[in-house]
T-cell receptor
Framework: AQTVTQSQPEMSVQEAETVTLSCTYD???????LFWYKQPPSRQMILVIR??????QNATENRFSVNFQKAAKSFSLKISDSQLGDAAMYFC??????????FGKGITLSVRP | SAVISQKPSRDICQRGTSLTIQCQVD?????MFWYRQQPGQSLTLIAT?????????ESGFVIDKFPISRPNLTFSTLTVSNMSPEDSSIYLC???????????FGPGTRLLVL
């Protein structure tokens, strides 16, 4: 079975600074997708970024980028120029052949003004 | 991505009663899912809602407690039956396309059972 591990329960970053959120996963599949979702206090789950396992190039979406290390099964999220609106819970997630999402425990990110 | 709505957005219910949550999508989607998020926890998949057939439940979730309907490709309901305070959670629906690789979530329903 696939597992997703987020070992840091919370992190804090100064506004305008850069922060990296860590995630590791375990799978025996070769074709899969990895995601970062953001959940602000409004509880809406928002897709931040997606990475296809077969792509070597790291995904980027504006201020958000990932460091995907397939051999190490590591998938970290970097947030540049942090903004107050980035404060939220962030979940790393995996999906493979069965199309089911497996989530990590999440990390609470706070942004200091 | 599709626009997904859920009703109700929140509710407070008495133990022993049932609540039906609706999930509506503005376009046809292949797959729909229901998740539960207990307070301070991550998301747990309850079931996959299959159009025109019975839902596929994950381990620990049963149809008698969480009956699910999916009459067409844009709508699904989840009922939480015979509720207890342990059912207090956020319930979320999600949708994905044919390949199922990316799921988009509805706004969630916050349920409190007294």
């Amino acid at each position: 079975a696939q597992t997703v591990t987020q070992s840091q329960p919370e992190m804090s970053v100064q506004e305008a600074e850069t922060v990296t959120l860590s995630c590791t996963y375990d799978t025996s599949e070769s074709d899969y997708y990895l995601f970062w979702y953001k959940q602000p206090p409004s509880r809406q789950m928002i897709l931040v970024i997606r990475q296809e396992a077969y792509k070597q190039q790291n995904a980027t979406e504006n201020r958000f980028s990932v460091n995907f290390q397939k051999a190490a099964k590591s998938f970290s999220l970097k947030i540049s120029d942090s903004q107050l609106g980035d404060a939220a819970m962030y979940f790393c997630a995996y999906t493979g052949a069965n199309s089911k999402l497996t989530f990590g425990k999440g990390i609470t990110l706070s942004v200091r003004p | 991505s599709a626009v997904i709505s859920q009703k109700p957005s929140r509710d407070i219910c008495q133990r022993g009663t049932s609540l039906t949550i609706q999930c509506q999508v503005d376009s046809q989607v292949t797959m729909m899912f229901w998740y539960r998020q207990q307070p301070g926890q991550s998301l747990t998949l309850i079931a996959t809602a299959n159009q025109g057939s019975e839902a596929t439940y994950e381990s620990g979730f049963v149809i008698d407690k969480f009956p699910i309907s999916r009459p067409n490709l844009t709508f699904s309901t989840l009922t939480v039956s015979n509720m207890s305070p342990e059912d207090s959670s956020i319930y979320l629906c999600s949708v994905s396309g044919l390949r199922g690789e990316t799921q988009y979530f509805g706004p969630g329903t916050r349920l409190l059972v007294l």
